[in-house]
């Protein structure tokens, strides 16, 4: 592994078990705002949403060393548009938690650490290709597209059942 796949993938950043039950939520919340971006710019592909994890992670972890926040803004507008889906869900997370519980207990650290089990994850989903989507199709399976009866006629016919 080179330095530059150590440095992608966080080494530094550990992510117990018990943490990926404790917060199932949270990983649940981002992976849909990615499948969401994917849905909405149908012209993403695997980097894409790595790159703007990626970014979001560093600077998540910028915050978490040392109190500083850093944003780490790309101009690539495909990647703003992934992060603002992402922070807005993490907003809307802590919210939900302010509401039902009455505190937000959801810690920038954690939210660093589900980044880059996230960013783990999306590596080892793609192919590595530039134009590989294995991973975005890997979340369109977690969370998959609710289909319209008005957009399938031909399926309604299918449930009469004849003796």
Do not use: C
């Amino acid at each position: 592994m080179s330095a530059l796949d150590r440095a992608t993938m966080f080494p530094e950043v550990d992510i117990p078990e018990q943490f990926l039950y404790e917060r199932e939520h949270l990983f649940l919340g981002l992976s849909f705002a990615l499948a969401k971006s994917a849905r909405a710019n149908r012209a993403l592909m695997d980097r894409d949403l790595i790159a703007a994890l990626t970014s979001l992670a560093k600077s998540y972890e910028t915050l978490v060393n040392s109190n500083l926040i850093y944003e780490q803004r790309t101009a690539n507008l495909e990647h703003q548009a992934i992060t603002t889906e992402i922070e807005q869900m993490v907003k809307e997370f802590r919210e939900a938690e302010q509401k039902h519980i009455g505190v937000t207990r959801l810690k920038d650290a954690e939210v660093l650490q589900a980044l880059v089990f996230l960013v783990r994850l999306g590596l080892s989903r793609t192919s590595g290709r530039p134009k590989s989507r294995a991973f975005i199709d890997f979340l369109f399976q977690q969370f998959p597209e609710k289909q319209s009866s008005i957009a399938a006629p031909e399926d309604t016919a299918s449930r009469i059942v004849i003796p």
